[in-house]
């Protein structure tokens, strides 16, 4: 069951995002996720899912704070970086600026949300975490980094009406 529910939920596109915080020492930590989304307007809220082994996962319960960042389609060496490489090198070679909270914001990608954690929740292997959005910020046009069925790609809207008309979708409903 377990290689068929992968299989099946990779076909569920799902952004490339890196979430970002810094330890004691403000060293930068980071980790790669796939289930990064908004909850609530009011007040702002936004979670993500991760592995309850994460270490980065330790260092932003710590901090009580990350940052959402969301790569773009030019970044996927940096996402394998960052999501197989070891903690220690996931920043090599990777310029940052600080957040608002002190949370790195990586250069290059599209946009980011700078948060303080609201709560943390025990779901299955993984834990939920909810941030209470501080500050955000849309950084780039660019296109936005995916991943789908098992590979990464990147967004492009006008590619829509062209796969629509190649695989015959534009009939549909006529």
Do not use: K
């Not at 909850?39 to 809220?45: E, I, W």
């Amino acid at each position: 069951m377990s290689r068929q529910f992968r299989d099946v939920l990779g076909n569920f596109p799902t952004s490339v995002v890196a979430i970002t915080a810094t330890d004691t020492e403000d060293q930068p930590h980071g980790m790669i996720v796939g289930t990064f989304t908004s909850v609530s307007l009011d007040p702002p809220l936004v979670s993500f899912l991760a592995d309850r082994s994460s270490a980065t996962l330790r260092t932003i319960r710590a901090a009580n704070r990350f940052c959402a960042n969301a790569l773009a389609g030019n970044q996927e060496r940096l996402s394998r970086r960052m999501a197989t490489g070891p903690a220690r090198e996931r920043f090599t070679d990777t310029t940052w600026q600080p957040s608002p909270l002190g949370n790195p914001v990586l250069d290059g990608i599209v946009a980011w949300v700078d948060c303080a954690v609201e709560q943390v929740v025990e779901i299955g292997d993984h834990l939920l975490v909810v941030g209470r959005v501080h500050d955000l910020r849309a950084e780039s046009p660019g296109t936005p980094l995916l991943f789908f069925r098992g590979g990464y790609g990147d967004y492009l809207s006008s590619a829509g009406p062209l796969l629509d008309s190649l695989v015959g979708w534009h009939e549909i409903g006529r």
